[in-house]
């Protein structure tokens, strides 16, 4: 199983699945569903996942790229239900397991082929990330400025205060014309 290899490499994690051994956990995440069992040591074992779970978890699969860059509020969309305490540490796990991608790949390709690949890996995300980032404002400048679909809080401001004025400006006329009439009828 992929998730021992991980739970080997970080020991922590294995002393700390340890206390649940036993437990059963099931995540299904459209349109697959797998289960595993705790064993005594941390590590985990597959298990029939047509019996039911002590813990579950269901990851609708829109949030895999969002908990793969690691976001906080993704973890909150997992609907869950069961034991919270097997839970609440299959979540401390999930964002605080790292994998050395380097060491995998070393016995592959060597220690420095390795870690130029994780390198320009990691530089492609940067450069995705940055890319998006200058779309968005891109984006959002052309909405602003080159056709204005959207109003700037500054512009919003300014109407606001426009439409202040001429209410006020409404009142104090109809009560000139309410004076007016009773003084004509007078």
């Not at 739970?7 to 036993?22: E, I, K, M």
């Not at 605080?96 to 995998?104: F, G, K, V």
Request: aromatic fraction near 6%; charge should be negative; glycine fraction near 2%.
């Amino acid at each position: 199983m992929v998730l021992n290899h991980l739970l080997a490499r970080n020991s922590w994690a294995l002393q700390r699945l340890a206390s649940f051994r036993g437990k059963t956990v099931r995540f299904d995440i459209a349109p697959f569903s797998f289960s595993c069992i705790i064993l005594a040591d941390g590590s985990l074992q597959d298990f029939d996942s047509a019996t039911s779970a002590d813990a579950r978890c269901v990851i609708p699969p829109s949030l895999l790229p969002r908990l793969a860059m690691h976001d906080e509020k993704a973890h909150s969309e997992i609907r869950t239900e069961g034991d919270t305490e097997l839970l609440s540490e299959i979540f401390f796990l999930s964002r605080n397991l790292r994998w050395d991608a380097a060491e995998d790949l070393s016995s592959f390709t060597g220690d420095i082929a390795a870690e130029r690949l994780v390198q320009t890996a990691l530089g492609a995300r940067q450069q995705m990330r940055d890319a998006a980032a200058n779309l968005s404002q891109a984006a959002a400048e052309y909405l602003t400025e080159e056709r204005p679909l959207l109003a700037k809080p500054q512009q919003i401001s300014a109407f606001m205060q426009q439409v202040d004025t001429l209410r006020d400006d409404l009142a104090r006329l109809e009560q000139q014309i309410d004076r007016l009439f009773v003084a004509k009828k007078t």
